[in-house]
């Protein structure tokens, strides 16, 4: 079974320019996830899609990021302008999607290590 | 909100002992407990899950313990070898399906030969 893919693997940008990552799950997973993880900090989630739809968008923040899921597969999270603070790495997560009372064990992706200059 | 911690930003032991991680969180009671192992430059992988009506779970050579009560999770890897040396990383999961999870910092393990 593929795991979850994530494009690019490394960026390098200047302060107010633009950046997209890519991500495709694991197939037949309904739930996409985007985690902003900090060095030395523990993933934190900035977006969740249940096939196409936002669950919860409340730590993304909507003045210079945005992420869709066209199609309920793969997604696209942008960056623009970006940040000095962006500066972390973006790793993508996909869970299957079960009846209420299961655990949600989740497949993460290698992530997308950005630098803002 | 809630907050959840992991004692130790780093722990060293010598090959062969037994590790111990420690997980504590406040203002959430998650049903279940999940345990991630993170190398450097990949993406966490996930170890084990406790639920929070179990005391203890094993597999190979860990150990989770999930105390509702202290509000704590303790994490063991014994016999350990310098392949276990990871970041670990515990989760809080509300049990409800797709809910993303929380995330503690990690305690990162080195483990000696």
């Known amino acids: 079974e593929a795991g979850v893919a994530q494009s690019p693997r490394y960026k390098i940008i200047e302060k107010r320019q633009s950046v997209a990552f890519w991500c495709n799950p694991i197939s037949g997973h309904a739930t996409l996830y985007w985690y902003q993880q900090i060095l030395g900090q523990g993933p934190k989630l900035l977006i969740q899609?249940?096939?196409?739809?936002?669950?919860?968008d409340s730590q993304l923040p909507k003045d210079r990021f945005s992420a869709e899921r066209l199609k309920g597969v793969d997604s696209t999270l942008k960056i623009q302008p970006a940040k000095l603070e962006d500066s972390a790495v973006y790793l993508c997560?996909?869970?299957?999607?079960?009846?209420?009372?299961?655990?949600?064990?989740?497949?993460f992706g290698p992530g997308t290590r950005l630098t803002v200059l | 909100s809630q907050k959840i911690e992991q004692n130790s930003e780093a722990l060293n032991i010598q090959e062969g002992k037994t590790a111990t991680l420690t997980c504590n969180y406040t203002?959430?009671?998650?049903?279940?407990l999940q345990w991630y192992r993170q190398d450097p430059g990949r993406g966490p992988v996930f170890l084990l899950l406790?639920?929070?009506?179990?005391k203890e779970k094993r597999k190979e050579r860990l150990k989770v313990t999930f105390d509702t009560t202290l509000k704590q999770s303790l994490f063991h890897i014994t016999a350990s070898q310098p392949a276990d040396s990871a970041t670990y990383l515990c989760?809080?999961?509300?049990?409800?399906?797709?809910?993303?999870?929380?995330f503690g910092k990690g305690t990162t393990l080195s483990v000696s030969s």
């Open positions: 989760a809080l999961d509300s049990g409800y399906a797709g809910t993303a999870l929380i």
């Open positions: 203002n959430y009671s998650p049903a279940y």
């Open positions: 899609f249940q096939n196409n739809g936002v669950v919860d």
């Open positions: 406790i639920r929070e009506n179990e």
């Open positions: 997560a996909s869970s299957l999607v079960t009846s209420g009372g299961s655990y949600n064990e989740q497949f």
